[in-house]
């Protein structure tokens, strides 16, 4: 109720336009007094996370610097003594979210509604300078965004992430490596780390699948730079599952000694629900993850948020599910929708139905995924497409499972190496590689008839991009098409709806699903994803992978020749440009580049068959049929000289395989695959070898050579390898990091009892060759060591190192920042 204005006495004199000015604004802070409720609203905790991006309280508001404060001196200085006062004797100060309008005319009401707080409150922290150590903050200057996390209000870090809370009625039993525990129905649990699950009793959902009690682990991992996944009963006996969550040791953690970017990813200290199940332990027992049940609980104080599904993502993958052997969905949308998101969760749903809860249906067959997404590949590094089938769920983020191998639960069957993270670098080549991983498929079906697919499409969309989305859902014989943005544009949702409706293919528009918080960039995670694979090895003697934390530099790297009678690298390509032959030792010499095999000489797209072959013999030859040993020799000529005729030969005698005019036209998909990545290391050029990087298994390039294939080295435009470049000087800072945390203590107890001289000597020396190490490796080309970590002082060495040179590398001792292309 707005109060009524009373009669004001008659004043025995003028009253001066300040006085009036005075008497108005009491007047509106008495109206607002009144007017507000006697109970100031407290911010309410909701029992189970929103799946949207969270609402932020008044509070929010108020902790944060607003634009008239950062553009005031005085109130910059006044808050500044503020914080140098006791919490109790701080004086309480308007901001922009509580303040009356001194303009707003009475009768108004001065407390406007929730959605215009929360508006403000937004824009408050989108102009606050201090955020959360993962947040994303761009440098002026660089060229391809140079992340700095700093830190946020710890208002903004209460967020829910589990509804369960673990007392001696749900745990079963628990120790130093093991916590077994009971999840009643509906309610969930959120982990952070690395575990092994066993669900002992029930049936629990995990990042979409459907995990029915029975003697299996499922390796999962939960890092901070993507959304947690959340273990929830979906049913059980006696109303709630019983699971067993194991520590493991992989080796991914250890690869924060090698990039800034794997740090702070995994646990912190023990979180309470930690410490509850500690109890009885060692007092530094540490599990491999951590039971949160707020993200306040984190004490790194990082963005936490778990990851629940949209009801309509639910429903469209039940619904998807139900078409069981028959299902071909196409999954596209724009940038950044959840597209990739939606296809792990769905392959998930769909490797985990049983018999007693999808209808009778059993998937023994896997799933085939055709991953056409070369700039954010799920299980390959970044530049390949390729066709997989999978036989199991994967739990957690593409940079986990980088590569496949046979005992992982899935398998690589055919991959292409388009040498960029875009389609768009040579959309003919992308268009060809796609029919030829389609054929593959439809091979695949001939042995698995009831194998589902499932396609993830870049977020290519536009022009060329759109012209390949429609030509698929028209040839490929889709069952569904899934577009993941409900906001369109009509420009493409349009054609692609007529597109599908002219296949009769049913077409569902979903709403995005986008992160509030990211805590890497696109560039980033494909360089942790690219890191990890070549660190990362699969023993044959173990189900799971493991990873190194040895520096690539101190690693036996693979030799072979690319010349002689001994000669194992056939040709070098260079895809995107047309270089000088005499530059090609400078663009392939620590460069990521594509292994691919050729499979006949058809893979040479563009050339005519050699004249010293006749057509029925070289017809007879690529058709395959049972020939004799005399047509394999003369084979196996004609496939080399067919090679050698489009081979130009550097000074240094490199085989530089250049195939028409103007830049280099790619191999035919079909009749050539990729193996895999590799990093070279080094060109010899007195014995004319190559050494090589790659955590391609041998038996894969032993196999390709016994059928007869030939290898190349394809140079494309992949990122740079800078995580590579700078990994010596991190394990040098790490090894010289440890080395003085595990003689602190000893070197205090040796002060306090009179240590001995030579004891002293040995430790000084040892210290001083760990930092001559650190000396050396900082004195690495194209990588500026930069010892000063303020934001200041990042952003001037950005201008002032920008050149020519894209592949100059900054290493920031511990900070969260990669790279400075």
Not at 8 to 21: D, H, I, R, Y
Not at 746 to 771: F, I, P, V, Y
Request: charged share 25%.
């Amino acid at each position: 109720m707005v109060k009524r204005k009373v009669d004001k006495p008659q004043s025995a004199g003028p009253v001066s336009a300040v006085a009036a000015l005075a008497a108005r604004r009491a007047r509106q802070q008495q109206i607002v007094v009144e007017d507000a409720p006697q109970v100031a609203p407290q911010p309410v905790v909701e029992s189970e996370p929103p799946s949207k991006k969270p609402r932020r309280s008044l509070d929010v508001a108020e902790a944060t610097e607003t634009n008239d404060d950062r553009q005031n001196p005085r109130t910059r200085a006044a808050k500044k003594q503020d914080k140098q006062l006791p919490a109790g004797d701080r004086p309480k100060r308007a901001t922009r979210a509580t303040q009356p309008m001194e303009t707003q005319p009475e009768g108004e009401q001065a407390i406007q509604d929730g959605s215009e707080d929360e508006q403000v409150a937004t824009d408050a922290v989108e102009n606050n300078d201090e955020m959360d150590e993962n947040d994303v903050a761009s440098v002026v200057g660089d060229a391809d965004g140079y992340e700095s996390p700093a830190e946020t209000p710890a208002e903004l870090q209460n967020f829910p992430l589990s509804k369960a809370r673990l007392n001696k009625s749900n745990i079963v039993y628990s120790d130093e490596n093991t916590l077994c525990i009971r999840i009643k129905e509906r309610a969930n649990l959120a982990l952070l780390g690395q575990y092994d699950l066993w669900v002992k009793r029930g049936v629990v959902s995990l990042m979409g699948a459907k995990l029915h009690a029975s003697s299996q682990l499922h390796r999962v991992y939960a890092p901070s730079t993507h959304s947690l996944p959340v273990i929830k009963c979906v049913s059980g006996i006696d109303g709630d599952a019983e699971v067993e969550i194991k520590s493991c040791n992989s080796g991914i953690a250890r690869l924060r000694d090698l990039s800034p970017l794997y740090q702070r990813i995994w646990t912190g200290d023990n979180t309470a629900a930690d410490k509850s199940t500690l109890k009885g332990t060692t007092k530094d027992s540490k599990r491999s993850f951590s039971v949160l049940y707020t993200s306040a609980d984190d004490s790194l104080n990082r963005h936490l948020r778990p990851l629940h599904l949209d009801k309509k993502w639910s429903a469209s993958m039940k619904s998807l599910s139900q078409r069981q052997g028959q299902l071909r969905v196409l999954v596209c949308g724009p940038k950044a929708s959840g597209k990739s998101t939606f296809s792990r969760y769905l392959l998930n749903h769909v490797l985990s139905p049983t018999p007693e809860t999808e209808g009778g249906h059993v998937n023994t067959e896997g799933v085939a995924f055709l991953d056409l997404d070369p700039g954010q590949p799920e299980f390959t590094p970044m530049g390949q497409i390729y066709l997989a089938r999978l036989r199991k769920p994967f739990f957690g983020p593409p940079f986990t499972h980088p590569s496949l191998d046979n005992s992982q639960g899935g398998e690589i069957l055919r991959a292409h190496h388009i040498g960029a993270t875009s389609p768009k670098e040579d959309p003919d080549h992308y268009a060809l590689a796609v029919m030829d991983l389609m054929d593959q498929y439809r091979s695949l079906l001939e042995k698995y008839p009831q194998c589902p697919l499932i396609i993830n499409y870049p977020g290519w969309i536009f022009g060329q991009g759109l012209e390949v989305a429609m030509w698929l859902v028209k040839s490929l014989g889709l069952s569904d098409v899934v577009y993941m943005s409900e906001k369109g544009p009509s420009e493409v949702v349009d054609p692609l709806g007529l597109a599908a409706r002219q296949a009769r293919v049913p077409m569902t528009i979903l709403p995005s699903q986008p992160t509030d918080f990211v805590s890497r960039s696109s560039a980033q995670l494909r360089a942790m994803q690219i890191q990890s694979y070549f660190h990362m090895s699969h023993p044959t003697d173990l189900g799971t992978s493991l990873w190194s934390e040895e520096p690539l530099s101190r690693t036996r790297p693979l030799t072979v020749d690319y010349t002689g009678p001994r000669q194992g690298i056939s040709g070098i390509m260079v895809m995107g440009s047309q270089i000088n032959p005499e530059l090609l030792h400078e663009t392939l010499e620590g460069a990521i580049v594509g292994l691919v095999a050729i499979e006949s000489p058809r893979a040479l797209m563009g050339t005519m068959a050699p004249p010293h072959a006749p057509n029925d013999e070289q017809d007879e030859i690529e058709s395959g049929l049972d020939i004799d040993m005399d047509s394999e020799n003369a084979a196996a000529r004609i496939f080399d000289d067919s090679i050698a005729d489009n081979i130009v030969r550097t000074r240094e005698d490199l085989p530089y395989l250049f195939v028409g005019s103007g830049s280099c036209t790619p191999l035919d998909p079909k009749a050539s695959y990729c193996l895999g990545l590799a990093l070279v290391r080094s060109i010899d050029t007195g014995s004319h070898k190559l050494e090589l990087s790659t955590s391609i298994p041998p038996s894969y390039i032993q196999t390709s050579i016994e059928k007869g294939h030939r290898l190349v080295l394809v140079r494309g435009q992949l990122d740079n390898p800078n995580w590579a470049i700078s990994e010596e000087y991190h394990a040098a800072r790490a090894a010289e990091r440890r080395y003085q945390e595990s003689t602190s203590g000893q070197k205090k107890a040796g002060e306090s009892s009179g240590q001995k001289a030579s004891d002293l000597s040995e430790h000084n020396r040892t210290l001083a060759l760990l930092r001559e190490r650190v000396r050396r490796a900082s004195n690495v080309p194209w990588m500026t060591v930069v010892e000063d970590n303020s934001r200041h002082q990042r952003e001037a060495a950005a201008r002032r190192e920008k050149s020519l040179w894209k592949l100059r590398k900054k290493a920031y001792p511990g900070s969260e920042s990669e790279a400075d292309y």
